[in-house]
């Protein structure tokens, strides 16, 4: 096994292996990846671990590695993206044994590049599809489970609106009645509403907003209108909600927005939710999943889709400096009012 650093001349190359992996995202795509480097001022590391027997790839992952304050960090992905990242895997049939014997190989490589950089905080958040987080934590990583809600699309629209919760289904047909129009937007003006109505909410409960407009702008500028949506609520020919979806594979994410309006107008939000999920099962998506599920006043609404729930992980290591300075970044992520 060795492990390669890949550049730009390999992009192709990166998003195909994204393509063929078991649990890559939409996320671990070239293009987002570029995105994220511009956009958080750190440097870029696509590493793969390929076997030295058949030339094929076990593993990838992307890491960014910034410096702030004499500070070395490694990050996959960059605090405030608002997305998951971590390592990719290929499906090489093998034995337990050998996987075994494989994965503690890739993870020390990892672990080995990373000293490399002297990284003095490490942060992964793993994408669902990986569970075993043992060599991990045999290397003296911090690994803490998150979770997330899928939505077997595949049970089609009747069994779905069925499983709602009753509350749920009349705030759509609320929502409906009240002839609030669901539709698509790619302009600025989608985008500014989006994410000023995420500062307002933020600033609410008295949260830093993280999340850069320019962020949001190069994701949806970059992406064709096929892989990254912007839908919009629309009432008296006025915004009243915004939700960024991501398309890819056979996945639909619920990724940014979902803020509830300052006008009084009960489901908008959720009816986008629903009009999207619609809209995915008919172009043939298998799974709708909702950013949230970790957020505990958040999960009141998100679990009225009667969702299954899955897994990811958020793994870090650090050093006495490190430590520090996590435990100064929580102190200041709230306002000082």
Known sequence: MKLELLDSSNSRE??????????????????WLKILEQNFESQLFPLVFFDNNDCRPFAAIPLFYQKKFGLKMVFSPPPGSGIRLGMVLFDKGYHQHRFEMAYDEF???????????????????????????????WANYRVVPAYTYKLDLSQGEENIWKNLSSSLRWELRQAKKNGILVIESRDDAGIEYLHASLQQRYEQQGINIRLKKEYIKDIVRSFDGRSVR?????KDAMMIGATLYVFHKDTVTGLIGG???????????????????????????????DFGANTRHLCKAKSKYSPSIDLYFYVSKCDLLGACAEKIYRLTKRKIM
Do not use: C
């Not at 912007?230 to 629309?234: Q, W």
């Not at 809209?279 to 998506?285: I, L, T």
């Open 14 to 31: 990166w998003d195909q292996l994204v393509e063929n992996s078991i649990n890559g995202s939409g996320f671990h795509q070239w293009q």
């Open 107 to 137: 993870l020390e490589s990892l672990d080995n590049f990373v000293k490399k950089l002297g990284s003095n905080y490490t942060m992964i958040i793993t994408n669902p599809g990986l569970v075993d987080m043992r060599p991990f934590l």
């Open 230 to 234: 912007i839908f919009l609520a629309i």
């Open 259 to 289: 803020v509830r309006s300052d006008r009084d107008i009960p489901g908008a939000a959720r009816y986008i939710d629903w009009m999207v999920i619609s809209k995915a099962m008919r172009e043939g998506y298998r799974w709708y999943e």
